[in-house]
């Protein structure tokens, strides 16, 4: 009876004990919770859902394009989002704001693939080499100050400098702000394409009896608004006739001046619309009086096809290709 006994008295303190450190396992487990849930907030951690968030994918339609022709991108966001597009170039230290424009809006429904931009609007590149593109996605709408920028056709040009200050605004989140962003940047790869070496070089007439005319500018390639500086002359006194070909083979004369032998002459201009390969055309005159009538027969298309002089007997001439965009 007393083996019982004492037998029962054990028995009851390894429970007692075993329900003490039961106890104490709990409360420790309960301040180690409190602790953790306290840190994660003091670092701004959470928890959500890992398929939670904005995510867009954006690629351009094809690897590689030439020279004036049409640059697409095809784009898709998991939710509804706000889409920025800015091209920067670092040769010419210049950007543009491509998306939104005066003709395209910016805002894309989640779950559907769009090709950017739409049928009414087209990016192209006027020269080779590559071209940076940055694109930011946004879970809301981000307000531009677009009147800082100079206005070219439906876009927004600035420097290089002032993308880069205007990307890093974009790309900033504060604490109180619960705007998601995306940002992706793509080098695309422009080709020269098949009458690119006809831009920037310099035709003449083949006369060697005739005076010989030379005409150049300070780009190949301008944007409209740009500053187009002409150099011209000839090696003989006498006239030289300026005239202007656009690329629907329109002749407007530019201007006309007597000119010294062997001497330089610089005329400056605007660069307008159309866009597309345009033309300057030197014409050599002993005497005042020349006419557009007096213009290579095919002079309509130089800016495309070359010049082909049909009369022996027409003046001496140079031909400056070059290209007007956006």
């Not at 180690?32 to 849930?37: D, E, I, P, V, Y």
């Not at 504060?174 to 009458?195: C, F, H, M, S, Y």
Request: hydrophobic fraction near 35%; glycine fraction near 6%; include cysteine.
């Amino acid at each position: 009876m007393l083996r019982k006994t004492i037998l029962n008295q054990n028995m009851f303190n390894v429970f007692k004990r075993l329900a003490t450190l039961t106890c104490l396992i709990g409360c420790l487990l309960l301040i180690g919770s409190q602790a953790l849930a306290q840190s994660s907030s003091e670092k701004g951690l959470g928890v959500r859902r890992s398929d939670s968030g904005l995510k867009v994918s954006f690629e351009p339609v094809k690897q590689s394009f030439q020279v004036d022709e049409s640059v697409r991108f095809r784009i898709k966001g998991n939710q509804t989002f706000y889409l920025y597009l800015f091209s920067i170039n670092k040769e010419k230290n210049r950007a543009a704001l491509l998306i939104p424009n005066d003709r395209h809006g910016n805002k894309y429904q989640g779950k559907k693939t769009y090709i950017v931009p739409n049928k009414n609007l087209e990016f192209y590149s006027d020269q080779p080499g590559l071209e940076k593109v940055i694109m930011v996605a946004s879970t809301k709408y981000l307000d531009l100050d677009k009147e800082r920028y100079t206005k070219a056709g439906p876009f927004r040009q600035m420097s290089q400098k002032q993308a880069e200050t205007q990307l890093k605004t974009l790309r900033v989140r504060t604490a109180e702000d619960k705007t998601e962003k995306v940002v992706q940047v793509i080098n695309l790869r422009i080709q020269p394409g098949p009458e690119a070496e006809f831009v920037g070089q310099t035709e003449q007439s083949r006369d060697e009896d005739s005076a010989m005319v030379f005409i150049s500018c300070d780009q190949e390639a301008y944007h409209s608004g740009d500053l187009v500086r002409i150099a011209y002359g000839a090696s003989e006194s006498g006239w030289v006739y300026l005239y202007y070909v656009e690329p629907d083979g329109q002749k407007n004369l530019l201007s006309k001046k007597e000119v010294d032998k062997d001497k330089v002459n610089y005329v400056r201009a605007r660069a307008e619309p159309p866009f597309g390969k345009h033309a300057l055309v030197a014409m050599f005159s002993d005497s005042e009086g020349m006419k557009s009538k007096d213009l290579p027969t095919k002079v309509g298309d130089l800016a495309t096809k070359g010049l082909s002089l049909v009369k022996p007997e027409q003046p001496p001439y140079a031909v400056y290709r070059f290209r007007i965009s956006r």
